[in-house]
């Protein structure tokens, strides 16, 4: 069997749908993903500054929460196909056949509903709106149309990713300003490098899935050259939010040497060797994503540093508003 | 449909998980709404005397 037949062929033979157990059903939510999520709508509500009544925003938190579930359950009901392809996927419920296509698009569709339907009641009717944008905007623009077409796919598909601050926010405030704004822009820009980095390891299972990742479509030169260009970008902008009276000095330092550490790492990827891709017949595992070769640490370094920077952006943030730390411009 | 008393111990298992989460899933909702309602009342309440 060649290695892209073994790629190919499922992990298991398909379990019953009998067989389904209530965690798989919490796996099409992708809990990574809306733990995220949920971190940076925490973040832009808390940022608007407004008094809340603690369980309304608990309440926003929920339907956010829940409406990236549905969007990730949608998500793996139509991906379910190159999903079984790849390594790092083919565990997962629909591929495996534990649970039908189907019945995770029923779920998708059902939070989705949910989701929207209580932001608008309890909440507000903007929130609901751009709760409902980036939902469809992850299912439909995203999954549907650009993920298999286009090696921009994570590029316009990151809005998706990049929303939940502006969602939170709303929450909040019934508004959507230009510091709101910002925080979108800030995961905008981060999306690209950061997923570009995790395929320049990853790539053959992409190639085998035929998902046209930067690196298979441009190659690894022009990708680490890209990566680098966004960069040079996310380090300024991610010192925005200390100029526009948002953020205070805690901040100001975290994405300073955060910045220059990522530029770094990308300087340090761009002229290095190329990554030596894992072998295809590498036991799947999340360590997977972690542990690499020697070629492709500088890749791994940049990926993992980059989830750290966006995190600790994000903290700083949360920090100073909870400790009421004045912002360096008013 | 199949009978239950023909299913396996690890589906059957798996069943009562599932219509366990679902449960929960239910209840959590009712009391959603009833927060969401007695907060929103309060609000009006004291908004509107």
């Known amino acids: 069997m060649s290695t892209l037949e073994a790629l190919a062929a499922p992990a298991a033979a398909p379990a019953t749908v009998g067989a389904a157990r209530a965690g798989d059903y919490l796996a099409l939510l992708k809990p990574r993903v809306m733990s995220l999520v949920v971190f940076t709508a925490v973040t832009g509500l808390i940022c608007a500054g407004r008094p809340m009544d603690p369980w309304l925003a608990a309440v926003a938190i929920l339907c956010i929460a829940v409406g990236a579930g549905g969007a990730g359950a949608l998500n793996m009901a139509?991906?379910?196909?190159?999903?079984?392809?790849?390594?790092?996927?083919?565990?997962?419920?629909?591929?495996?056949?534990?649970?039908?296509?189907?019945?995770?698009?029923?779920?998708?569709?059902?939070?989705?509903?949910?989701?929207?339907?209580?932001?608008?009641?309890?909440?507000?009717?903007?929130?609901?709106?751009?709760?409902?944008?980036?939902?469809?905007?992850?299912?439909?623009?995203?999954?549907?149309?650009?993920?298999?077409?286009?090696?921009?796919?994570?590029?316009?598909?990151?809005?998706?990713?990049?929303?939940?601050?502006?969602?939170?926010?709303?929450?909040?405030?019934?508004?959507?300003?230009?510091?709101?704004?910002?925080?979108?822009?800030?995961?905008?820009?981060?999306?690209?490098?950061?997923?570009?980095?995790?395929?320049?390891?990853?790539?053959?299972?992409?190639?085998?899935?035929?998902?046209?990742?930067?690196?298979?479509?441009?190659?690894?030169?022009?990708?680490?050259?890209?990566?680098?260009?966004?960069?040079?970008?996310?380090?300024?902008?991610?010192?925005?939010?200390?100029?526009?009276?948002?953020?205070?000095?805690?901040?100001?330092?975290?994405a300073s040497l955060g910045g220059l550490a990522l530029i770094v790492l990308a300087i340090r990827l761009m002229i290095g060797k190329g990554p030596a891709p894992a072998p295809a017949s590498c036991p799947v595992s999340k360590t997977t994503l972690y542990t690499v070769d020697a070629g492709a640490r500088p890749a791994r370094d940049l990926f993992v540093l980059s989830l750290i920077y966006l995190f600790a952006l994000f903290a700083a943030l949360l920090v100073e508003k909870l400790a009421g730390v004045a912002p360096l411009v008013r | 449909m199949s009978d239950p008393n023909d299913e396996n111990p690890v589906d059957a298992r798996a069943r009562r998980g599932r219509n366990l989460l679902l449960a929960v899933v239910l209840v959590a909702f009712v009391i959603l709404v009833f927060i969401v309602t007695i907060i929103k009342i309060s609000h009006n309440i004291s908004v509107h005397g």
């Open chain 1, 78 to 254: 139509y991906d379910g196909d190159i999903d079984a392809l790849m390594r790092r996927t083919r565990r997962r419920p629909v591929p495996s056949g534990r649970v039908q296509a189907a019945d995770a698009r029923a779920l998708g569709v059902t939070l989705s509903l949910f989701a929207v339907t209580i932001m608008g009641l309890a909440i507000n009717v903007l929130a609901a709106v751009l709760l409902a944008f980036t939902i469809i905007f992850y299912v439909a623009v995203y999954t549907l149309w650009l993920k298999r077409r286009t090696p921009q796919n994570i590029v316009i598909g990151g809005l998706a990713g990049a929303l939940p601050p502006l969602v939170g926010w709303a929450a909040a405030s019934g508004t959507a300003p230009l510091n709101a704004w910002i925080l979108v822009a800030i995961i905008f820009v981060w999306t690209p490098p950061h997923f570009w980095a995790l395929s320049l390891y990853t790539s053959e299972d992409y190639a085998a899935a035929g998902v046209p990742m930067m690196p298979l479509v441009k190659g690894v030169a022009s990708t680490r050259r890209q990566i680098l260009a966004y960069c040079l970008v996310l380090a300024p902008l991610g010192m925005a939010p200390a100029v526009t009276g948002l953020a205070g000095p805690i901040y100001a330092a975290v």
